[in-house]
């Protein structure tokens, strides 16, 4: 009961890649860099090991970015070729490549990684892949007809690849859609179709996990001008709920998202965010299990999972190595204090 796990990304030691900065390129390169994301890996499965957590991640050591690890490999699309694009609803503007042809998945991207991370260590192994939609946000169409169509051509992509990796031991296969809730009206069109092509068949658990954002400055700034309760939730949920997906993310952490909203996830497990992603102070277990108890009058204990509200990436290690120990240690308190 109340298997506490991460929503995804944690920092990289300053040996790696410059601190505190999303995204930050490698410090290593060839055979070191290599070397190098291995055992930073490594480190992390012991920190949340020791901390008490129950479903590990690698923390993405081995990518600089959540969406480009995975498509870096991917044939049909032209890295030159930048298109000036609006993220996420105009959140970012960034330069992205563009498909250019039929996409294609050459070769198994994130094996070598997962072998490692099940070699090393005997709890349930979780693996984060961006989401059909959020890579469609995330890489300009030069190609398909349509987004929906483009998406639905990652998706089979993505499938191929989760499908290689439950062979290889993972337990839980996490698609990250932080686009699900910048458009809510295509996510209930055509998204969670993509989302449910790209799980078919799989028979280890699945999350979808969708958030407001890491905390940087222009999440915060968005976040400041969408009022005193977020809602976007209440639009996707539904349809998530009628999905194949067995586990959704939601923010409760220092979170406007009402929680009542998980009153419309009936079917699903939740990943209930009790770790605040957008401030250095470290939760105590107290806080934790107080956040838990809360979210216990809209989802039953059994279908409860302590995450972090988001990834980690941005914060400073020692801030991070805190905040994994008191949600490991928070839901261990929520285990003794309230079940
Ligand atoms: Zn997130």
């Known amino acids: 009961m109340f298997e506490a796990t991460l929503a995804g990304s944690l920092p990289k030691p300053d040996w790696l890649a410059e601190p505190e900065k999303l995204w930050a390129p490698w410090r290593l390169e060839g055979k070191e860099l290599e070397e190098g994301k291995r055992e930073a890996t490594y480190e992390w499965l012991k920190i949340q090991e020791e901390a008490g957590i129950d479903i590990l991640s690698g923390g993405e050591q081995f990518r600089v970015h959540f969406v480009h690890g995975f498509l870096e490999t991917i044939n049909g699309i032209d890295w030159e070729k930048k298109t000036k694009m609006g993220i996420r609803d105009n959140r970012y503007t960034v330069e992205v490549p563009t498909v250019t042809g039929k996409v294609s998945r050459p070769r198994s991207i994130h094996g070598e990684e997962v072998k490692f991370i099940r070699a090393n260590t005997d709890k349930k192994i979780k693996f984060t892949l961006p989401g059909p939609m959020t890579i469609c946000d995330t890489i300009a169409n030069g190609f398909y007809e349509t987004r929906p169509d483009m998406a639905i051509a990652f998706a089979e992509l993505l499938n191929q690849e989760a499908r290689e990796l439950e062979n290889l031991g993972v337990d839980t296969i996490q698609f990250d859609e932080p686009a699900f809730n910048a ?11 993509a989302l449910n092509a790209a799980q078919e068949g799989l028979k280890c658990k699945t999350a979808v996990h969708i958030c407001y954002g890491y905390g940087i400055q222009e ?3 968005w976040k400041n001008t969408l009022g005193d309760q977020w809602r976007q939730y209440e639009e996707i949920f539904p349809s998530l709920n009628r999905s194949e997906i067995d586990q959704v993310s939601l923010e409760c952490a220092n979170s406007r998202v009402p929680p009542s909203l998980m009153g419309l996830l009936k079917d699903k497990e939740v990943m209930v965010g009790v770790i605040d992603v957008a401030s250095l102070d470290v939760e105590t277990p107290e806080q934790v299990a107080a956040i838990i108890k809360d979210a216990m009058q809209h989802v039953d204990a059994e279908r409860l999972l302590p ?5 980690l990436a941005p914060l400073p290690m020692d801030v991070s190595v805190g905040k994994v120990q008191a949600l490991g240690a928070g839901a261990e308190f929520a285990r003794q204090s309230l079940l």
């Open 219 to 221: 999440n915060i700034d």
């Open 307 to 311: 995450c972090t509200n988001c990834g």
């Open 183 to 193: 458009f809510m009206k295509d996510t209930v069109e055509w998204g969670v179709d």
